[in-house]
């Protein structure tokens, strides 16, 4: 149990100046890597500029490209590794377990 509502509002605060650098370095590389993104798909304008969206880190871009860094970074690719777990074999590992730790048991 905290304290104080002092204690967990300096606690708080001082995890966020913590991550805060870690944060803007990941939040930079991410931005990086739309704008390269954008300047390889899109064609840029008569002036040559990159549209102006490249400058802009979304919220809704964070799982793209969170995602696009995760494959070209560690070669990870979520849709490959979803097929080793199904939702099915998901489910019977849950209810298999579940039931050797309570008295439930349970039938399709």
């Known amino acids: 149990m905290a304290e104080s509502t002092d204690f967990v509002n300096a ?7 913590k991550l805060m650098p870690i944060a803007k370095v990941e939040l930079d590389a991410l931005l990086d890597l739309k704008r390269a993104h954008i300047e ?5 304008d008569a002036s040559g500029v990159v549209p102006e969206e490249a400058g802009t880190f979304h919220f809704w871009d964070f799982s793209y490209y969170g995602n696009l860094t995760k494959v070209r970074t560690h070669s990870f690719d979520e849709e490959k590794f979803s097929e080793y777990f199904s939702l099915e074999r998901f489910l019977e590992g849950m209810m298999s377990t579940f039931s050797r730790l309570s008295a439930f048991s349970f039938a399709r």
Request: hydrophobic fraction near 25%.
């Open 11 to 17: 606690f708080l605060k001082d995890i966020k100046e």
């Open 40 to 44: 390889s798909t899109k064609s840029k």
